[in-house]
């Protein structure tokens, strides 16, 4: 994020960036053919807008925390095949406001969460994974990986896609959890080289379900190369 | 392309190189379980090929102005999720023609042209955007983008989504333009970091409203590092 | 692969490595959630799992040995798009086994041949290939990729895609051979920038159109830079 008043004030949409080469930024009132074009109510004068090159959960998290703490609806939510060289997704994220305070404040709320969620994204050399756990869903992770409201909901994740079957494998054997949501690479994903699990139960069981995926995964990957890192000190 | 023509005699299919890692090659008489598979009419014993690990309309602008050229017709138009590390298309374009000869020579001018058209194809440490017009949209953009014959064409794309999203909006709302053609990661594209529209109107409208998108984008990319520069200096 | 048995004994999963950035793992008794995800008949308690970021045939071909010399059968074959930064595919492989020690067995095999299989897989600057054949197609080629049984079965796969093309073009006219399965960026692959032929017919005459296609592709890929080399050699 570039701290210069100057340029930011030509910029009236940017907002901010984070970790995960994230940007967010606002449409204080959109253009009526693109609000047609991507069947936007009537009702959202203004667009909150995050994108990222490398992350799927811990944006969708941050999203959420936002959407929790502010007035706005999630309104899109796309998941290309990015991640920068590896073998996961980057996002696109839209939400409606009715006014731009609105979108900007859940945008600057989402980008601060993204700091931190996106210290549960980590790499090494060949592989990636994402673990993330919360103990109340809100409406965003609902909407997305049909996450049970106000419930506890984990999200395990990692690549090659073979290593995360055996962390789903393992998770799903290290606590009493369910499994709501899935992907493989041809389905829900986006061709990407990943396994995905999306779990529930008590917090305390999705939290020893999504830390035992992290330690397996975790060896896994490190047959590779390095322990992996969290992306967060180096795409920025 | 090696200037080398020992080695291309050798290679009768091979015509040259552009930028964005373009091969251009023609096949004389297409081997006929291959023009089976590819659902291709006996009217063309001649294949042109275009093929390129970066860009999208860079490559479709240059072969439209082929076709203009030359008595060619746009048989395969694919977009392969590619660039290279960026988050955006390569491409495969085939054309059919009733001899070599045609084919080769709407496979040069395509070549040249795409040398210009790259100029249009931006990237930085992690954005990219293509922003191009032209007054006069032949047959292979009418094809490929809906856009209207003989009138002005401008094509709007940038990434990470968001940014292209941004983009759109502004340059709608600096000039008297349609939107004909669009794509978001799953809508029309390839599972790529980008929103793109297609534009008519007057040729001036829809040349001010791709400089306004190619200002905005431009500076939104910054925010993640150096001024987007031109590939056509380093994927030739 | 780390040569560490203390750290193998705590990675009950971790079988060993292999070219392409492939690892194989099994798991013992698959997770009753796990195995109803993923449409997992109760008669294989066992899973046999290879996945790698870059290959596709080289795996196939090389756990279509593993099939014939052991008794299991492919569940799971899935091609993400990735190949590190190249234009084609890695892989997801999922085979069932009664007993562990069967399908442990078949991940061993399968390692030991991908080690074989690619050198076959060729990399430059900007393209990739891979060119296979056996005399003696197996029950996995004949599923993913309609292979007759017990027939010569040939690869034949480039990219950037028209480069592909071009020496499908060339091997079905050097010699009479069929098309069982083919694929473009958007038919059967995974939006991957590459075409791709599987040919049967006598073995000399699969043989000669593979080894055609070699030649032609690796002398087009060269365009861009230098005679593509086996992956083999920095993908372990």
């Known amino acids: 994020m570039a701290d210069n008043s100057l340029f930011q004030s ?8 984070a970790a995960g080469h994230t940007i967010g930024m ?8 693109v609000r047609e074009l991507l069947h936007i109510s009537e ?6 807008i995050l994108t990222s090159r490398t992350g799927a959960a811990a944006q969708a998290y941050a999203v959420d925390e936002a959407a929790k703490a502010t007035n706005v609806e999630l309104l899109i939510f796309e998941l290309p095949r990015d991640t920068e060289g590896y073998s996961g997704h980057g996002n696109l994220i839209v939400f409606g406001a009715r006014d731009v305070s609105d979108a900007r404040r859940a945008v600057e709320i989402a980008l601060a969460e993204i700091d931190k969620k996106a210290e549960y994204i980590y790499i090494n050399e060949v ?4 673990m993330h756990a919360t103990a109340n869903a809100g409406p965003v992770l609902h909407q997305i990986f049909n996450a049970p409201l106000r419930k506890a909901f984990g999200f395990i994740c990692a690549g090659p896609a073979g290593i995360g079957l055996v962390a789903a ?5 290290s606590a009493p959890v369910d499994i709501v949501w899935y992907g493989t690479p041809s389905i829900n994903l986006s061709m ?11 917090y305390g069981a999705v939290r020893k379900a999504v830390d035992t995926a992290y330690e397996r995964a975790s ?7 390095k322990k992996p890192e969290s992306i967060l000190y180096f795409t920025r």
């Open 10 to 17: 030509d910029l009236t949409e940017y907002v901010g960036t």
């Open 26 to 33: 606002v449409i204080a009132n959109v253009d009526s053919l």
């Open 43 to 48: 009702e959202y004068a203004s667009l909150g």
């Open 127 to 130: 592989g990636h994974m994402e």
């Open 169 to 173: 494998d393992v998770a799903m054997k």
């Open 192 to 202: 990407t080289n990943e396994i995905i699990i999306g779990i529930t139960g008590d």
């Open 219 to 225: 060896e896994l990957i490190e047959v590779f190369g």
